[in-house]
């Protein structure tokens, strides 16, 4: 990715508003912006709260998003293209597919029929303020800095600053660092996070873990993927993942540059178990469905096919489903194929690039799978001139780290059961669909 589409990068969904060409903006009229007619929505009494509930917390100056949504003054000249973007579900970044799998999600900030209406009907109207009194108080802002898993217990970081020029090229670096842990832990959340304004520059961070077992051989795993969208694991009661004394951390870092200067020291914050606590259950998260040596994008194609697969050897509970593609990525399901043969789609979501959102399932919901499903990652691309994104519609594209090669593959969330539970989960979740 260069410079100029990475400056677009960090909120490239919300960008799209500043897309909509002409007539996306609307500047205040005598009528329009005071009241309504009797009866009509205006922004003050029906728009606001929609947008404190799923806009601000990144519409607000110093964060992600290019503008600012907290005040009327700053929504009224993006009206239109609040609507449309809306009305399109391109925001609030949420992409996946509202009739197909798992319906239920954790921390859903998808817009209801019912909002995207009124927000409709209120620009239709001309926009209009209403009445001051009407506004509900300001929504108390989380700090930019503030950790989605809460004040971390235990912070890593990297040795050293990394300064990323103002025209480097794309950057990946395996940078270690000592956990400084001196007794075994199991971490119940996790998050990395970049340095202050260093979201700009860090296009995805994954993080991990290595120690030495006392066999001599090396243990460790998977930590937590920091991406635009994706920032922090907070594991299901229960559940947790070791982490040794003497672990080292490896930062997997993806670095582009955005026309300046900009000095990351990106840290992993972790919240633990006490110490001799051992959860019921290991929480696994891992690629899944990956495709590296068969994806074959052609040239001005576009609904270009992969498929990938990964067994489940033991009876399993499915948490978390997060899609990763590159530029050219536009769609991605997953289904389970059952040993007796039934085919159960989980999920299938659209695909924006700017943006890396895991669809943390609710829990009474979550797929229950039995030992030997094949979970099946299906993705598209679409390398067509028709993809806006799309850097270079005149050739082939295969896998590559590069943000102008792809990928397709799944981020799945999961753990595993004995036998005995998984039934007996299954008969409390057949008994509660009996129920409703």
């Known amino acids: 990715?260069?410079?100029?589409?990475?400056?677009?990068?960090?909120?490239?969904?919300?960008?799209?508003?500043?897309?909509?060409?002409?007539?996306?903006?609307?500047?205040?009229?005598?009528?329009?912006?005071?009241?309504?007619?009797?009866?009509?929505?205006?922004?003050?009494?029906?728009?606001?709260?929609?947008?404190?509930?799923?806009?601000?917390?990144?519409?607000?100056?110093?964060?992600?998003?290019?503008?600012?949504?907290?005040?009327?003054?700053?929504?009224?000249?993006?009206a239109r293209a609040i609507r449309d973007k809306t009305a399109q579900r391109e925001m609030p970044p949420w992409f996946i597919e509202r009739n197909v799998g798992v319906r239920r999600f954790k921390e859903d900030p998808s817009l209801s029929d019912a909002e995207i209406a009124a927000i409709g009907r209120w620009v239709d109207a001309g926009a209009p303020r209403g009445n001051p009194a009407d506004a509900p108080p300001p929504i108390e802002l989380e700090s930019l800095e503030e950790w989605r898993i809460g004040t971390p217990e235990w912070i890593v970081e990297l040795p050293e600053p990394v300064v990323v020029g103002d025209v480097d090229a794309d950057r990946w670096l395996d940078i270690w660092a000592d956990s400084r842990l001196t007794a075994d832990r199991y971490i119940k959340a996790v998050e990395t996070k970049p340095s202050p304004g260093a979201h700009r520059v860090v296009h995805h961070v994954a993080t991990s873990m290595r120690w030495e077992e006392e066999d001599g051989e090396e243990g460790g795993g998977f930590l937590?993927?920091?991406?635009?969208?994706?920032?922090?694991?907070?594991?299901?009661?229960?559940?947790?993942?070791?982490?040794?004394?003497?672990?080292?951390?490896?930062?997997?870092?993806?670095?582009?540059?955005?026309?300046?200067?900009?000095?990351?020291?990106?840290?992993?914050?972790?919240?633990?178990y006490p110490e001799g606590y051992v959860p019921d259950r290991v929480l696994i998260s891992r690629h899944v469905g990956d495709s590296f040596d068969?994806?074959?994008?052609?040239?001005?194609?576009?609904?270009?096919?992969?498929?990938?697969?990964?067994?489940?050897?033991?009876?399993?509970?499915?948490?978390?489903?997060?899609?990763?593609?590159?530029?050219?990525?536009?769609?991605?399901?997953?289904?389970?194929?059952?040993?007796?043969?039934?085919?159960?789609?989980?999920?299938?979501?659209?695909?924006?690039?700017?943006?890396?959102?895991?669809?943390?399932?609710?829990?009474?919901?979550?797929?229950?799978?039995?030992?030997?499903?094949?979970?099946?990652?299906?993705?598209?691309?679409?390398?067509?001139?028709?993809?806006?994104?799309?850097?270079?519609?005149?050739?082939?594209?295969?896998?590559?780290?590069?943000?102008?090669?792809?990928?397709?593959?799944?981020?799945?969330?999961?753990?595993?059961?004995?036998?005995?539970?998984y039934e007996q989960k299954l008969a409390e979740r057949r008994r509660g669909d009996s129920d409703e």
């Not at 229960?238 to 900009?262: K, W």
Request: proline share 6%; with cysteine; hydrophobic share 40%.
């Open 1 to 78: 990715m260069n410079a100029r589409q990475r400056r677009w990068g960090g909120g490239l969904a919300g960008v799209c508003m500043l897309a909509v060409a002409g007539g996306a903006l609307l500047a205040p009229s005598g009528a329009a912006a005071g009241q309504a007619a009797d009866g009509g929505v205006t922004f003050t009494r029906d728009v606001l709260p929609i947008l404190q509930r799923a806009c601000q917390q990144c519409h607000r100056p110093g964060s992600v998003a290019p503008m600012s949504l907290l005040t009327y003054q700053e929504v009224r000249p993006w």
């Open 294 to 421: 068969t994806l074959d994008i052609p040239a001005g194609a576009d609904n270009v096919r992969s498929d990938g697969y990964y067994v489940l050897p033991e009876p399993t509970q499915v948490t978390g489903f997060q899609p990763h593609m590159h530029i050219r990525g536009k769609r991605m399901c997953v289904e389970a194929i059952h040993p007796s043969g039934l085919i159960e789609t989980l999920s299938c979501t659209g695909h924006n690039f700017g943006w890396h959102i895991v669809y943390n399932y609710a829990d009474e919901v979550a797929p229950l799978l039995p030992a030997g499903t094949i979970l099946h990652v299906i993705g598209w691309h679409d390398n067509t001139a028709a993809n806006r994104y799309n850097p270079d519609p005149k050739n082939w594209v295969g896998f590559g780290n590069r943000s102008i090669d792809d990928m397709s593959f799944a981020w799945m969330s999961f753990f595993h059961m004995p036998e005995v539970v």
């Open 224 to 272: 937590n993927e920091y991406a635009m969208g994706k920032n922090g694991d907070i594991f299901p009661d229960g559940t947790g993942r070791l982490i040794r004394a003497g672990t080292r951390i490896r930062f997997n870092m993806h670095y582009s540059s955005v026309g300046e200067e900009i000095v990351d020291r990106t840290r992993v914050g972790f919240q633990l």
